[in-house]
């Protein structure tokens, strides 16, 4: 049974009596006449009558074939569904007592209103009751909170409970173990806690079960695994279940997803897990697994997804894994593996992602042409010794080999993989000349040679025109023709210093550039009105023509309606301006409240022409996001030009002006900047590690961060640059807000996940010290700067906001993590930044057994250590 919408305690009341009802019959006809006395009650205002036109009194014994109603074979009612048909009305008039058979009632996407009849309580044979998107007394728009009540056990018939994205903060309670009818389990991206009781072993009927993003602890034992045997979903990552991994999930064999991940499991990968030859994706990442990948994984020939990195895996990548022909990504960085790359795996003619880097594999690297749909190569941080490209590898666009100990030329054959947007050679022992067969390789738009032997000239032909020395620095032999050797292996410690300044000195000088285009840039974008103005637009009828809309399914507004409460985008609706167009506030009939984003497509100077089918499967993806910190895109629709997009309205704004407003100082205390900071990286750990694709964010800012009533925060304005720059390959130049961008975008114009990494650093000093954190982004900038040193000696507490008293006690030392997390996150060097999803694991665990010397007499730069 679906609960939805009513209140959680209130729904249970009302449904916990469904076993003591006792059965009544009742004739078609007596259903019949009740339904239409019923129907009598509802408005036909807003729906269309035709609709229901079946439901009459000439066709009493066609009961079964009106629209909406199925039946059982005594000819009774089973079935009401009336969802979204905008019905206007009550439940007043519904005789439950005449409909005892009713196994589904679907109301949701209407406009119900008033008390929901403790009568409902008749219908004893109930499995799936959805209210939901209605205007019922005691709608709480799912925001449960508080323990999750043992009279759930009493709910016998349950088949189906989400109770996902909520508040909810208690254990499991054990009398949930006799609703063995239970098929669908959700209680993901909670705050629930302690250990899964063993009484759960009784839903042997569970098809999925999603325990994610809580804190659960203690071990999955046997006794539970070995009865779920209908499983074919079990998500229990980020928690912090500990332990080994239990042999018995081998015998789960419909399983299709097994996700582990971000958990505290240690010990081997059990080889049974090679029986799971159903399963699609498996990923055990981001633990403390030890011992050798199983042969046996390579029995999983439908798998699609392997990830087991950041754990401590030893040994050889097992030649089996070159079976797995369906695998799309492979994932086996920040490991120990050690050996050869296996040769079996470019068997993996569909692999898209390969992750080898951050381990000790050693010997060459190995003909891998069979790849023909590799997209992304990386083998970073590895001691391969011949460095061998195939010329197979023609769909590759990201390859990564950087700090290795790769001797010999570069080949010539990388001019091959005509697709290559970026390579990173950097920090290897490669000798020889830059081949000019490089010259021409058009679709390279970040490369980077640096740290190596190389020798000869400069190039300065074709990609190479113009190209930042920070590619090449590090190579002693490497020469321009007007000022020779680019560093000489005399120099003396001050010329290299000055080599190094003279780099700082172009790269402050590149960011300067690329700050004043992109402020250039934003001001054009923003400068622009767009073409459909409010003067024009005078009736609703304009807006009946859009091209495309797409909404949620439990919306029950439309467009028309928005654009109408907004006055068709009349001034006195603006409430200010998101990171892509200007934010209206639509007060609708109902009482809902939703924001309206407006956006210009039809200049060049402002956002690039977008395929609005593209646009459209983007917005698909986007509106399934379900994340208590994430804010709800409920849709857009588009008309000559302008694009809308359709959110959730949050009363309490934006984090910037919780911050620099009177609410900075009174009641934003130190538990609640923690607070919004830790939901902030778990909206953003989702998007990077639990979309599929991964989504990034690309504008993470203090204005983009929105506020509940309880100070929980909502990442909005997710994705909107990605979609606005889905087929555009140049727009990345003014993708992010100043102040909040990586620097590497000033250089490369490559946004990766770590962007979002930098601009959650960027929030988060914001956030604790009160004002923007200029001076020590700058700083870091330059190792050798004045500036930096200065900085590092800073006192913590003279860092904080000074609007606050220091904290103290425990407190102090979550503040700690925080600080110390924030300033990983702003390192110059992507690979050095941390992931997402560990922020986030981190900020959730807040543990940190003794400060290193007391609160007052530490240092940013001892901070910058832990």
């Keep these: ?37 019923w129907k009598d009650d509802l408005s036909s205002s807003s729906w269309p009558p035709s609709l229901l036109n079946s439901w009459s009194l000439t066709n009493l014994n066609s009961l079964c074939n009106w629209t909406a109603i199925a039946c059982t074979k005594t000819n009774t009612v089973s079935k009401i569904d009336l969802s979204n048909m905008q019905i206007t009305g009550t439940l007043a008039l519904f005789d439950f007592s ?29 499995t799936t009751l959805d209210l939901s998107g209605n205007k019922f007394i005691e709608e709480s728009q799912n925001q449960f909170s508080g323990p999750i009540p043992p009279s759930i056990g009493q709910l016998r018939e349950l088949q189906y409970l989400d109770l996902s994205a909520n508040s909810l903060n208690s254990s499991i309670p054990s009398e949930l173990g006799p609703c063995t009818n239970l098929t669908h389990l959700s209680l993901s991206s909670n705050n629930l806690n302690g250990e899964l009781p063993l009484s759960l072993s009784n839903l042997k009927s569970l098809v999925q079960l999603d325990l994610h993003n809580n804190r659960f602890i203690g071990q999955i034992l046997p006794s539970l695994v070995s009865n779920w045997m209908e499983l074919v979903s079990l998500n229990l990552q980020q928690n912090n279940f500990g332990g080994t991994i239990s042999a018995e999930i081998g015998l789960l064999t419909q399983l299709h997803y097994l996700r582990l991940y971000s958990n505290e499991f240690s010990g081997e990968i059990p080889q049974s897990l090679g029986n799971l030859s159903k399963l699609h994706v498996l990923y055990l990442f981001d633990n403390h697994l030890t011992g050798e990948i199983p042969q046996s994984l390579g029995k999983l020939t439908q798998l699609q997804l392997l990830d087991l990195s950041n754990n401590h ?48 594999f050693t010997g060459v690297i190995p003909r891998i042409s069979g790849m023909l749909d590799l997209k992304l190569l990386s083998l ?69 040679f640096s740290y190596n032997k190389l020798t000869g000239p400069l190039p300065t032909s074709g990609i190479f025109n113009n190209a930042p020395k920070s590619a090449f620095v590090g190579n002693h032999g490497l020469r321009s023709h007007a000022e020779g050797p680019t560093e000489s292996k005399s120099s003396s410690t001050n010329s290299k210093g000055a080599n190094k300044n003279m780099v700082s000195v172009f790269l402050f000088s590149f960011l300067g550039f690329a700050t004043v285009a992109i402020a250039i840039a934003f001001f054009l974008m923003f400068h622009k009105r767009c073409k459909i103005r409010p003067q024009v637009i005078k009736t609703s009828q304009n807006f009946e023509d859009y091209e495309s809309m797409i909404l949620q399914e439990e919306v029950k507004f439309t467009f028309r309606e928005v654009v109408k409460a907004i006055d068709y985008f009349h ?18 009939e109902s009482g809902q409240v939703v924001a309206v984003k407006r956006l210009n497509t039809n200049d060049s100077n402002d956002i690039p022409a977008i395929n609005l089918r593209s646009f459209e499967n983007e917005i698909r993806t986007l509106t399934t996001i379900r994340h208590r910190n994430i804010i709800r895109l409920y849709g857009f629709s588009s008309r ?46 989702y998007l990077h590690h639990d979309c599929s694709p991964p989504i990034v964010h690309r504008d993470v800012t203090v204005n983009n961060v929105l506020l509940e009533q309880d100070f929980e925060p909502r990442l909005s304005d997710f994705g909107t640059a990605r979609l606005l720059s889905i087929d555009s390959s140049n727009w ?25 990494v930098y601009g959650f650093g960027v929030v988060a000093l914001e956030v604790m010290m009160g004002r923007h954190p200029v001076d020590m982004l700058e700083s870091q900038l330059s190792a050798s700067s004045t500036s930096t040193k200065e900085n ?16 103290a006690n425990e407190l102090a030392k979550v503040v700690v993590i925080v600080m110390s997390i924030a300033l990983a996150c702003i390192r110059t060097r992507p690979g050095l930044r941390p992931t997402m999803h560990f922020v986030s694991q981190k900020l959730s665990a807040q543990s940190l057994p003794c400060l290193p010397e007391p609160f007052g007499m530490l240092t940013i730069k001892k901070l910058s250590a832990l």
């Design 1 to 37: 049974m679906q609960l939805k919408t009513t209140t959680f305690h209130y729904m249970l009341l009302l449904l916990s009596a469904l076993p003591l009802i006792k059965t009544t019959s009742t004739s078609p006809e007596k259903q019949a006449e009740s339904l239409i006395k």
């Design 98 to 126: 005449l409909f005892p058979n009713l196994t589904h009632f679907n109301l949701s996407g209407n406009y119900f209103r008033g008390p929901i009849p403790s009568a409902i309580g008749n219908l004893s044979r109930l």
């Design 313 to 360: 895996l030893t040994g050889e990548i097992p030649q089996s894994l070159g079976k797995l022909t369906q695998l799309l990504g492979l994932y086996l960085k920040h490991n120990h593996l050690t050996g050869e790359i296996p040769q079996s795996l470019g068997n993996l003619s569909g692999l898209w992602r390969l992750y080898l880097s951050a381990n000790n």
């Design 380 to 448: 970073s941080n590895n001691i391969p010794t011949h460095l061998f490209l195939a010329a197979g590898l023609t769909g590759l666009f990201d390859l990564d080999l950087s700090s290795n100990s790769l001797s010999g030329a570069i080949p010539s054959e990388l001019r091959m993989i005509t697709r290559l947007q970026y390579f990173n050679a950097s920090h290897n022992n490669l000798s020889g000349e830059i081949p000019s067969a490089l010259d021409h390789m058009f679709t390279l738009s970040s490369y980077d």
């Design 571 to 588: 001034e006195k609706h603006y409430i200010g301006r998101g990171g892509f167009g200007r934010v209206y506030k639509a007060e609708l």
């Design 640 to 685: 000559r030009g302008c694009i809308f997009l359709l959110y959730e309205y949050l009363q309490r704004g934006s984090l910037g002006k919780a911050l620099y407003g009177v609410e900075g100082a009174t009641e934003l205390g130190w538990p609640t900047r923690v607070k919004i900071l830790e939901g902030l990286a778990h909206a953003l750990s």
């Design 732 to 756: 990345a130049n003014i993708v992010g807000s100043l102040g909040y961008m990586a620097p590497e975008l000033a250089y490369t114009m490559q946004v990766t996940d770590k962007c979002d």
């Design 792 to 807: 590092a000696e800073l006192l913590l507490k003279d860092v904080l906001d000074q609007r606050l008293e220091p904290p």
